[in-house]
């Protein structure tokens, strides 16, 4: 499976998860199709590195519990986004499977890091730091920047970071571009000038 990172740059790791149902001709691919998609997705987050898998049969129902997490978490983001009350038990379920520890460590070149680490013994507590970030967007993050894409058969999210604050697309060479194309089609459907 190509990297669901490669694609796509929404500029956060939640929004990135939430977008791993992607458009493909015409249609929603769901990337999460197996438990080794899932851990593909976490490593190229960045998130791996942090979970110390225990026990066997850690991944069974991984690519189901993350499913579950991301459609748990796109209803929050909808609901903030909406300037609804939030169901926050939807995000504690995952949380609250959780624990963590920190330890302080130097890097090469002298600089101190703290080092959080996730003890997982199964499906739902290897998805706990993707739930912390969800929690942390949710609680900090300024929805009136998170954006979902203006074409109407993108579900793709994205944080705007531009200096404008006005982007509108997912990606301006994909929906953008499409979109338009599609408005120029429409005036001069309009305009009489194509027949």
């Known amino acids: 499976m190509a990297s669901p990172l490669a694609s796509v740059r929404a500029q956060d790791a939640v929004l990135e998860f939430l977008n ?3 458009p493909r001709n015409g249609q929603l691919l769901d990337l999460f199709q197996s438990d080794s998609d899932v851990l593909a997705w976490l490593e190229g987050a960045g998130l791996l590195d942090m979970i110390e898998m225990r026990g066997d049969g850690l991944y069974c129902d991984l690519a189901l519990e993350a499913r579950q997490l991301r459609e ?5 983001v909808l609901q903030k986004k909406l300037g609804q009350c939030v169901d926050a038990e939807l995000l504690n379920r995952v949380l609250s499977a959780g624990s963590y520890q920190i330890e302080l460590a130097e890097d090469g070149e002298g600089n101190l890091n703290a080092l959080y680490r996730f003890p997982a013994q199964s499906a739902m507590q290897v998805l706990v730091p993707v739930a912390i970030a969800a929690a942390q967007l949710l609680a900090r993050g300024d929805f009136l920047l998170i954006r979902q894409c203006e074409s109407p058969d993108c579900p793709l ?3 705007d970071r531009t200096k404008s604050h006005r982007r509108r697309w997912c990606n301006m060479t994909i929906c953008g571009n499409r979109q338009k194309a599609a408005r120029f089609r ?9 027949e």
């Not at 748990?72 to 929050?76: A, I, K």
């Not at 429409?186 to 194509?194: I, Q």
């Open 72 to 76: 748990d978490v796109r209803q929050l």
């Open 20 to 22: 791993t149902v992607v």
């Open 157 to 159: 999210w994205f944080y």
């Open 186 to 194: 429409t005036r001069l459907l309009c305009g009489g000038l194509v």
